[in-house]
């Protein structure tokens, strides 16, 4: 089955600096790759998402780039700010199947 | 219009006990996913429905969990004889792509076994 790894498990930056956070997959068979944002006690929704016919995808200040060869992706949020601090997850999907399969996630959070 | 919806919000349950779990997806939504989340981890699959079908339930712990969508919306997950073990926190998701686009979640179910 699908394994997901997500790095690094927290990161910690100042507001206004850029975070990145990066997973790689094990399954090729995998094609859609969503991201969720999690505030404490509240559920995930997504941010953004990108799918494997497509290298890049960018919306405002979060931007997230696929390597299928290499089996990784990563999210990139520019001009941080304290509401970005979140836990953020990564997925791995193989729409055929439906099956998600989740990173355990990265804790962010911005200082102000 | 209202999302996804999943009562109770939190259920305590003595070990041994069986519990039912609820989950109302967005009107129209064709697909419903149920999920486990423990404590400082992802969710973690745990079965798939498109309509009334149950495509992959290749996620389900043991033969204890058992999910059902008998009319393609509302869906419950029931767990028999908890365990202390399955403390976690269920979320259901629902999605009108089925596997591609976002998967709206519910608020989840908190299950405490003591």
């Known amino acids: 089955g699908e394994n997901v790894e997500q790095h690094p498990s927290t990161l910690s930056v100042q507001e206004g600096d850029s975070a990145v956070i990066k997973c790689t997959y094990s399954?090729?068979?995998?094609?859609?790759f969503p991201w969720y944002k999690q505030e404490l006690g509240k559920r995930p929704q997504l941010i953004i998402d990108?799918?494997?016919?497509?290298g890049e995808k960018k919306d405002q200040r979060i931007a997230v780039t696929l390597n299928k060869t290499a089996k990784h992706f990563s999210l990139h949020i520019t001009e941080t700010q304290p509401e970005d601090s979140a836990v953020y997850f990564c997925a791995a999907s193989d729409t055929n199947a439906g099956k998600s399969t989740f990173g355990d996630g990265t804790t962010l959070t911005v200082k102000p | 219009g209202a999302g996804v919806s999943q009562s109770p919000r939190y259920k305590v349950a003595k070990r041994g006990q069986d519990v039912a779990l609820r989950c109302d997806p967005i009107?129209?939504?064709?697909?419903l996913f149920w999920y486990q989340q423990a404590l400082g981890q992802g969710p973690e699959f745990l079965t798939y429905?498109?309509?009334?079908?149950?495509?992959?339930k290749s996620g389900l712990p043991s033969d204890r969990f058992f999910a059902e969508r008998p009319e393609g919306s509302v869906s419950t997950l029931k767990i028999q004889r908890t365990q202390q073990e399955d403390s976690a926190v269920y979320l259901c998701?629902?999605?009108?792509?089925?596997?591609?686009?976002?998967?709206?979640f519910g608020p989840g179910t908190r299950l405490t076994v003591t």
């Open positions: 399954d090729s068979a995998s094609n859609y």
């Open positions: 009107s129209g939504h064709v697909s």
């Open positions: 429905f498109q309509n009334e079908a149950q495509l992959d």
């Open positions: 990108i799918r494997s016919n497509v």
């Open positions: 998701a629902s999605s009108s792509l089925g596997g591609y686009g976002e998967q709206y």
